[in-house]
């Protein structure tokens, strides 16, 4: 026997083991052994599941409803999920005034708070894509926070523009 031949046998035999375990992988428990579909595997993460849309789409319709009220010079802006919130303390400048634009775009609410209080207004924001609009006055730093009620999802989108 020629070491080519034995090659060739090797090779054949390594393609039905592997023909067999693709075969014995793919078969259902299900009587009759027919394979399962594609249709049944899981979605993946960035698929919309059938309670609402993706991440993705919250973030493009919430960028979308501010870009539709944005005025002013653009001072500071981002996107932050609801679970996450949003902690910053922009760069503002003594004695000017500024507008913060919110919006939540998912379920349930969240809850707008300025630090020192006299900054702005607190205020419920609901997360069903409207735009929520506030005044800052800035005396000393500020500090914005936005935090999820419990259970809310979704993305909360937000600009600070001076005015």
């Known amino acids: 026997m020629t070491s080519s031949y034995l090659r060739a046998v090797r090779l054949a035999g390594s393609a039905v083991v592997v023909a067999f375990l693709l075969t014995s992988c793919t078969e259902s428990d299900s009587v009759g052994g027919e394979a399962e579909s594609s249709s049944q595997l899981p979605p993946s993460r960035s698929t919309p599941t059938a309670t609402g849309p993706s991440?993705?789409?919250?973030?493009?319709?919430?960028?979308?409803?501010?870009?539709?009220?944005?005025?002013?010079?653009?001072?500071?802006?981002?996107?932050?999920?609801?679970?996450?919130?949003?902690?910053?303390e922009p760069g503002l400048s003594k004695g000017k005034i500024?507008?913060?634009n919110l919006i939540c775009a998912?379920?349930?609410?969240?809850?707008?708070?300025?630090?020192?209080?006299n900054a702005g207004t607190a205020a419920s924001v609901p997360c069903d894509k409207s735009v929520v609009q506030q005044r800052i006055t800035v005396d000393k730093l500020v500090r914005i926070n936005v935090n999820g009620a419990k259970g809310a999802t979704g993305v909360i989108a937000w600009q600070i523009d001076a005015l």
């Open 98 to 100: 500024y507008r913060l």
């Open 106 to 117: 998912g379920s349930g609410s969240a809850e707008l708070e300025f630090v020192p209080t």
């Open 55 to 88: 991440e993705k789409e919250l973030t493009n319709q919430a960028q979308a409803a501010l870009a539709a009220v944005h005025g002013g010079a653009l001072v500071e802006a981002g996107v932050e999920r609801v679970t996450d919130g949003i902690h910053t």
